[in-house]
């Protein structure tokens, strides 16, 4: 990536140890770590604490992230439905045929995917309003379950990535995990990639040498797949290639629009640290310092700047600071101004 | 939308009056309305603010949104250089022909949608290898340019839609916009479908009157057209059909595409709005207190209150807290924990 070099100064910060040695790090470092142990909902919906530990088993509900065995059986369940209904109706379907269950299970994935190679159409009112159907519901699956799994799994590979990749480098597995942490989309987006060149090659050394297309061809044809253009000229036409075909499509396509994805992913976050980098570099002023003193004492504490900077960012917006603001006033029964243990224990008695 | 009954708690809280009689509003809402002054990214990067008022002209290049003129253009560019190379090469095109010049501009589009009917296949190595990259490329505008250029559309339109669909309520124009703002994902879901049975039906009329297709076939081709699934069984034969294709193939199947990011936007809003109403109403207990006071004062202040909800909701990370947090620090020269007037003057006096 060229612009490697305008994030690191940013993300430096994080990771070295701090660079003021005129002032009491310290007492910084530990002011700063104390919001450490407020929880980040990371940290609460993260893999590991999903099913036990969480506070509040709602928040499972509301983030609802289905797990592999999920996404395997709606899919097996979606595609067996699709497959069964065009099985019934397999006269009703025109083209190049191998056996009959293959062709209702690979004629469901060319469609689901949106491939449409056009080897198999079909050809009565019934399987026409059928396939209009099944593709639509398709795309929302493809889009909803597949990305997410699809997302999970690149992450789990993140790692062997990043470990063939500094087999030499020193630095523990914290280390790793850190660097991982911190360039998160970026070694997605490498991830992918090698899947997919995987992915492109398998794809093209099986079309050459099994359906017997020249070498030329099978490229193309694996390219007019996993991008699901699929214009049909070359498709799979043997029994054992639509068998492979059944697999290959379904991983290609979603990898090819992963891709995309981390790519358009790695770009908005790379104008987020350009913009942050712009926000926190920026002369304060002070009409900045008024207007970041959100408590009117003139001065402005170190949570007023972090609203103030992030607001600035686009992280948090006005709606997002009201919506706390009035829990806040709910909760400051004394109107004080702050929060204080006596504040909570009145207001959750009066509740 | 079965879910509106549970937003509406929290949205309401925004728009209407105070609902504590019981407490002093006036300073609340001032204390609150101060926040306001802050520049929020969404305002420096409004449509009427760039080009002139910016107080740095780098926002510009970090947001980059390509205007509509610039979109178009950089369409016309792409496609006249596809359908010139396509029209250079037109005898390497197998299929059904027309037109030459309107031929390779029709393939150009069937190709960088992903359409990819079949009805005109390269059908050399040359051909094949340049719709390859082609397609390659075609998505990768189609997805960066197109959808961006998409969501200002729709963003124009909803008031539109809105102004129609209640013509009869009371209420001025800050009310209909307030309104939008509010539920702006779920205006430009509705805009978006509007457009498209629209654009479905526009399609199945003209398959079904111009290019003489049986009623069901000509459903059935919008149907594998706007979804990219293209078997090519039924397609666009004549002259005329194919020039109404290039306009029409790009709009709608841009507008299933943003029609599913809606949804799936909607659908992200829903569960961050019911997380957002969780982390607010959950009991505040002490060891929240205590991990919320992030200047170790032993009282909570609003600022500090809203970080601790925010970072809880997931609006913002560790990191960003830290980032910001190092800018304070560097400006806090005196290290009182708050940034005053004479802070600003000595820490950018020392730069």
Not at 258 to 273: D, G, M
Not at 296 to 311: C, N, P, Q, R, S
Request: contains cysteine; proline residues 3%; neutral net charge.
């Amino acid at each position: 990536m060229a612009n490697e070099s305008a994030k690191r100064p940013l993300l430096s910060g994080l990771v070295d140890p701090p660079k003021y040695p005129q002032k009491n790090t310290t007492t910084k470092r530990k002011r700063f770590l104390r919001s450490k142990s407020a929880p980040s909902v990371d940290i609460l919906l993260g893999p590991t604490e999903v099913g036990g530990t969480l506070p509040d088993s709602k928040l499972n509900s509301i983030y609802f992230r289905p797990s592999l065995k999920q996404v395997v059986l709606y899919l097996v369940i979606y595609l067996g439905a699709g497959a069964a209904c065009f099985y019934l109706v397999k006269d009703q379907l025109a083209g190049r045929k191998t056996n009959g269950v293959l062709d209702a299970i690979y004629f469901s994935i060319v469609t689901m995917t949106t491939v449409g190679y056009g080897d198999l159409v079909p050809n009565s009112v019934t399987t026409k309003l059928l396939a209009s159907v099944f593709v639509f519901t398709g795309m929302a699956i493809v889009g909803m379950l597949l990305s997410r799994a699809a997302d999970y799994l690149v992450e789990k590979q993140e790692m062997l990535l990043y470990k063939a990749l500094h087999m030499r480098c020193k630095g523990g597995e914290a280390h790793m995990l850190k660097q991982i942490e911190t360039n998160k989309v970026k070694y997605k987006f490498y991830t992918t990639a090698v899947i997919l060149v995987l992915l492109i090659t398998i794809g093209t050394v099986f079309l050459w040498k099994v359906e017997k297309l020249e070498f030329v061809d099978a490229f193309y044809c694996v390219c007019s797949t996993i991008t699901t253009l699929g214009y049909g000229d070359k498709s799979f036409s043997t029994g054992g290639g639509r068998a492979f075909a059944i697999f290959w499509i379904v991983t290609s396509t979603v990898c090819v629009a992963q891709f995309f994805l981390y790519l358009a992913e790695l770009n908005a976050e790379h104008r987020q640290k350009l913009l942050a980098k712009w926000v926190l570099t920026r002369r304060m002023t002070f009409v900045d310092l008024e207007a970041a003193d959100l408590d009117d004492d003139g001065v402005v504490g170190a949570a007023e700047f972090i609203i103030y900077k992030l607001k600035e960012m686009g992280k948090i917006s006005e709606e997002d600071i009201a919506l706390v603001m009035e829990e806040f006033e709910d909760l400051d029964i004394d109107q004080s101004g702050t929060l204080s243990a006596a504040d909570l224990v009145l207001a959750q008695s009066n509740q």
